[in-house]
Nanobody
Framework: QVQLVESGGGLVQAGGSLRLSCAAS????????MAWYRQVSGKQRELVAI???????NYADSVKGRFTISRDNAKNTVYLQMNSLKPEDTAVYYC????????????WGQGTQVTVSS
């Protein structure tokens, strides 16, 4: 499985921005799906954004218009640009990747904490 390492989390005020990065241990060119999930303690992990090979993307309704997922195949990195952050965006954010088009993601990062203060 590809190893994934997230970075870029931190503490930010409401209305601010953060960019998360997910660096892969090998080429992501063959990854048909790469995604960002988030999880609040005691709640289920939820899909935030997903990008498919070919650059199609989908977003959770709660982040549409504020978050942007992108991938840089040359750097083996996926990004999540988060703007207009809200306190309810506070969570641990996880990167995921898989070569298949469907099914559970096979590779996960360790997570990075994002905290948005009001």
């Amino acid at each position: 499985q590809v190893q994934l390492v997230e970075s870029g989390g931190g503490l930010v005020q409401a209305g601010g921005s953060l960019r998360l990065s997910c660096a892969a241990s090998e080429s992501i060119f063959s990854m048909n799906r790469m995604a960002w999930y988030r999880q609040v303690s005691g709640k289920q992990r939820e899909l935030v954004a997903i990008t498919f090979r070919g650059d199609n993307t989908n977003y959770a309704d709660s982040v549409k218009g504020r978050f942007t997922i992108s991938r840089d195949n040359a750097k083996n990195t996926v990004y999540l640009q988060m703007n207009s952050l809200k306190p309810e965006d506070t969570a641990v954010y996880y990167c995921a990747a898989d070569r298949r088009f469907a099914g559970d993601f096979g590779s996960w990062g360790q997570g990075t904490q994002v905290t948005v203060s009001s």
